[in-house]
């Protein structure tokens, strides 16, 4: 990782893997989003120092995790009964800085993260920019794709 003028580490990252998420209902939130776009989260590997790292907004905070193989592959097999679609997004070098910072839920955290224009209030409205903005399918649920999860 490399640390930028004001001290901040920056992850040496080619590309992120958007990860979007089943989930039961559980929130009222819940009765606005697909079934198979509940949550969002992003991971990707850090080639210098070989570590994953997850970015996953829950309801009271962010989760950033720094995970080296064997914990990435605990926290894939954790999550892989949920996770419905996998969308692979290069690091833009000219990205688009957050237009706002209303809203700090998976959505918003997600798609200012990868620097994209989406003004995306839904997980299933994000997946549709990126897909719109050139995203790759890593994963994809109807085809029965694992394929390329664990792909740097």
């Excluded at 080639?47 to 950033?64: A, F, K, L, S, Y």
């Excluded at 999550?79 to 290069?90: K, Y």
Aim: aromatic share 12%; glycine share 6%; charged share 25%.
């Amino acid at each position: 990782m490399d640390i930028d003028q004001k001290g901040w580490l920056i992850p040496a990252i080619a590309g992120w893997n958007v990860a979007f998420m089943r989930a039961p209902r559980r929130s009222w939130w819940d009765w606005l989003t697909h079934p198979d776009f509940r949550h969002v989260c992003a991971y990707g590997y850090d080639g210098q120092t070989e570590t994953w790292v997850v970015i996953d907004p829950v309801e009271t905070h962010i989760q950033v995790r720094l995970l080296n193989d064997t914990s990435f592959a605990a926290w894939q097999i954790e999550t892989s009964a949920a996770t419905s679609w996998v969308l692979r997004v290069p690091v833009a070098q000219d990205r688009f800085a957050a237009r706002s910072r209303i809203g700090l839920w998976c959505t918003t955290v997600v798609a200012n993260l990868l620097g994209v224009r989406s003004g995306a209030f839904r997980p299933q409205a994000l997946f549709r920019d990126l897909l719109a903005a050139g995203a790759e399918v890593a994963r994809d649920p109807d085809a029965g794709d694992e394929e390329g999860r664990r792909e740097r």
